[in-house]
């Protein structure tokens, strides 16, 4: 199974779970994060997916994060399984460009 078809199944997995408490037919926000061993090397991810971002409404910004630097990827969107996995795609991307780790999606609050 390629890796597109993995996270693709966990985010369908993760969206049914929150389903059930939640209503996803509306907008909210959605955070992508990914942390990487240097700021320099955070703020390169962040501004190659702002580059990528293209005609979304999203824009990466980086955190310090104990003692890793968090690129975090600011969505508002419906939550759909295709959209998030494609964002996490791109982010997928960018940690390898730049030696970081993918560590979650999330709504903040």
Same mark, same amino acid.
């Given at each position: 199974?390629?890796?597109?078809?993995?996270?693709?199944?966990?985010?369908?997995? %993760?969206?049914?779970?929150?389903?059930?408490?939640?209503?996803?037919?509306?907008?909210?926000?959605?955070?992508?994060?990914? @942390? &990487?061993?240097?700021?320099?090397?955070?703020?390169? @991810?962040?501004?190659?997916?702002?580059?990528?971002?293209?005609?979304? *409404?999203?824009?990466?910004?980086? %955190?310090? *994060?104990?003692?890793?630097?968090?690129?975090?990827?600011?969505?508002?969107?419906?939550?759909?399984?295709?959209? %998030?996995?494609? %964002?996490?795609?791109?982010?997928?991307? @960018?940690?390898?460009?730049?030696?970081? &780790?993918?560590? *979650?999606?999330?709504?903040?609050?």
């Amino acid at each position: 199974m390629s890796d597109h078809a993995e996270l693709k199944r966990e985010n369908a997995k %993760i969206l049914r779970k929150l389903a059930k408490e939640l209503d996803l037919s509306q907008p909210r926000e959605i955070e992508f994060a990914a @942390a &990487f061993p240097t700021r320099e090397q955070a703020q390169q @991810a962040a501004d190659y997916l702002n580059a990528r971002a293209q005609s979304r *409404a999203l824009r990466a910004t980086v %955190i310090a *994060a104990g003692d890793d630097f968090d690129c975090v990827l600011r969505v508002h969107m419906v939550p759909d399984l295709y959209d %998030i996995t494609d %964002i996490e795609s791109v982010l997928a991307e @960018a940690t390898d460009r730049f030696d970081g &780790f993918e560590t *979650a999606w999330d709504f903040p609050g």
